[in-house]
């Protein structure tokens, strides 16, 4: 995993640059602004905005007609000196875009599991390690298939981010 740098995040904290650069790994991507902001569901400006502030950040290069990562590996926000709002305004798109989906993909496209339980406080900061460990293991199992051909996103809450062929 690639740590972003507080900058970095600052100028990627909304839910599309890290779709855009997920769906830059689909097996039957499109190196076209229309393209990806018809699978997004965004503009095209998002889109060329998006990817013209992550070549400028260094996390994309324009190569051959196509934009290619330059990290050396998946790309995460886990910095503890982000600052809180940044990280809060990032998760609340996360959970707009899981309400959306809740209410509109079906159940056999998604997943939204919760649980209530009780808890000794002191347990928390082992809980977090062992959230994060099941993320990391999770996106290396997905990331050994070469096949990709939509975005997800977890919280908890997995659903799609990219419109179906049939939805375009």
Request: glycine share 2%; net charge neutral.
């Amino acid at each position: 995993f690639t740590q972003l740098s507080n900058d970095q995040f600052k100028f990627m904290s909304k839910w599309q640059y890290f779709a855009i650069l997920e769906l830059l790994e689909t097996k039957d991507v499109i190196h076209d602004t229309s393209w990806i902001a018809r699978r997004l569901g965004i503009s095209e400006m998002e889109v060329r905005i998006s990817l013209e502030r992550m070549v400028r950040l260094e996390i994309l290069d324009f190569t051959d007609e196509k934009w290619i990562e330059r990290g050396s590996g998946k790309m995460t926000d886990i910095n503890s000196s982000i600052s809180v709002s940044a990280r809060a305004r990032s998760q609340a798109q996360n959970l707009e875009k899981s309400l959306f989906a809740l209410e509109n993909v079906s159940g056999e496209l998604r997943d939204h599991s919760s649980m209530t339980c009780s808890i000794n406080t002191e347990s928390i900061p082992h809980v977090k390690n062992l959230i994060k460990e099941f993320r990391r293991k999770i996106s290396k199992y997905l990331n050994k298939n070469q096949d990709k051909n939509e975005v997800y996103q977890l919280s908890i809450s997995f659903y799609p981010l990219t419109k179906t062929k049939d939805e375009l």
